[in-house]
């Protein structure tokens, strides 16, 4: 199965990792991090729970939770050892060496990010690729657009949890116009009842 490290930046908005993890689910790719990433997520999410006027015990505790949640979800996402690469790939921002690093020794096929430029071409591995949240988004639904959409209308089904429930039609009309992610949707719609 193909697999694609997933970098923080593509898993903090809400409705994209919501739709990227639930194609995984449903057998389309693995999904891959690394602690360093899921630590990353976890301030990321506290500081936006924060500007939203949470206090720190119920924001920390929402991120923390939504760690918890991935890690049992996807046991087997999380890479290990690979420190020892760190530093080797001469990128332009040492802080992203974590990223290529965890995706290497995993043997990932792509790192999914929307930082593409602070991972420029010559100082990837062969075979590995470099790719926005966009175009994974639909290289993953052309796999099987059917079980995309049982992703979409999953999400529709946990949207009830945290307040107004949205259709799978709202799912799609979000993932279009907020993510820009108009060809994946594209096909989910060609196949959707």
Same mark, same amino acid.
């Given at each position: 199965?193909?697999?694609?490290?997933?970098?923080?930046?593509?898993?903090?908005?809400?409705? +994209?990792?919501?739709?990227?993890?639930?194609?995984?689910?449903?057998?389309?790719?693995?999904?891959?991090?690394?602690?360093?990433?899921?630590?990353?997520?976890?301030?990321?999410?506290?500081?936006?729970?924060?500007?939203?006027?949470?206090?720190?015990?119920?924001?920390?505790?929402?991120? /923390?939770?939504?760690? /918890?949640?991935? #890690?049992?979800?996807?046991?087997?996402?999380?890479?290990?050892?690979?420190?020892?690469?760190?530093? /080797?790939?001469?990128?332009?921002?040492?802080?992203?060496?974590?990223?290529?690093?965890?995706?290497?020794?995993?043997?990932?096929?792509?790192?999914?990010?929307?930082?593409? #430029?602070?991972?420029?071409?010559?100082?990837?591995?062969?075979?590995?690729? &470099? &790719?926005?949240?966009?175009?994974?988004?639909? +290289? /993953?639904?052309?796999?099987?657009?059917?079980?995309?959409?049982?992703?979409? +209308?999953?999400?529709? +089904?946990?949207?009830?949890?945290?307040?107004?429930?949205?259709?799978?039609?709202?799912?799609?009309?979000?993932?279009?116009?907020?993510?820009?992610?108009?060809?994946?949707?594209?096909? &989910?719609?060609?196949?959707?009842?």
């Amino acid at each position: 199965m193909f697999a694609a490290v997933l970098d923080t930046c593509v898993l903090w908005p809400n409705l +994209q990792r919501d739709f990227l993890l639930s194609l995984a689910v449903e057998g389309l790719y693995r999904p891959l991090w690394s602690d360093q990433i899921l630590e990353e997520l976890v301030f990321a999410e506290t500081e936006k729970w924060r500007r939203r006027g949470l206090g720190e015990p119920e924001a920390t505790g929402r991120a /923390t939770r939504l760690e /918890t949640r991935m #890690r049992e979800a996807f046991p087997d996402a999380i890479v290990v050892r690979f420190e020892p690469l760190i530093g /080797t790939f001469r990128l332009p921002d040492p802080d992203d060496e974590h990223v290529l690093a965890a995706a290497v020794l995993a043997g990932a096929g792509a790192v999914v990010t929307d930082n593409i #430029r602070d991972f420029p071409a010559p100082c990837l591995p062969r075979g590995l690729g &470099i &790719i926005d949240p966009r175009a994974f988004a639909v +290289q /993953t639904v052309e796999v099987d657009p059917s079980r995309a959409w049982v992703a979409v +209308q999953a999400i529709s +089904q946990r949207s009830g949890r945290v307040g107004s429930v949205m259709s799978s039609k709202d799912v799609l009309t979000e993932l279009e116009i907020r993510y820009r992610m108009h060809s994946a949707v594209a096909l &989910i719609r060609s196949v959707a009842g």
